[in-house]
């Protein structure tokens, strides 16, 4: 059993930045690939990023690509997501989920999920 517990959400600017943070709690988080995914009103959960066990091989939605990135700490049970170049249309609730599986895009495939945090990005 993996327990997620997401922050660092809030309002920004158009071109600004933040950074979310996910911790997990267990002695297995190294076991899990890390993604986020995103929901904003009215939308379905989409995918944004992915992160392999070890900490490499990222892969990104194409609409973050070159301004979002992904990092995790295995050490301190924490995945982070960097966002820059921040754009209204990044609002959305973000949320942070792991997979026991390889890295993947597929949302159904993910066995535990955060609780979001809200990403609000004014024009």
């Known amino acids: 059993q993996v327990q997620l517990v997401e922050s660092g959400g809030g309002l920004v600017q158009a071109g600004g930045s933040l950074r979310l943070s996910c911790e997990a709690s267990?002695?297995?988080?190294?076991?899990?690939?890390m993604g986020w995914f995103r929901q904003a009103p009215g939308k379905e959960r989409e995918f944004v990023i992915v992160?392999?066990?070890?900490?490499?091989?990222?892969y990104y939605a194409d609409s973050v690509k070159g301004r979002f990135t992904i990092s995790r700490d295995n050490a301190k049970n924490t995945v982070y997501l960097q966002m820059n170049s921040l754009k209204p249309e990044d609002t959305a609730v973000y949320y942070c989920?792991?997979?026991?599986?390889?890295?993947?895009?597929?949302?159904?495939?993910?066995?535990?999920w955060g609780q979001g945090t809200q990403v609000t990005v004014s024009s």
């Open positions: 989920a792991a997979d026991l599986g390889p890295p993947t895009i597929i949302r159904e495939r993910y066995d535990y």
């Open positions: 267990g002695r297995a988080f190294s076991s899990y690939a």
């Open positions: 992160i392999s066990r070890s900490g490499g091989t990222p």
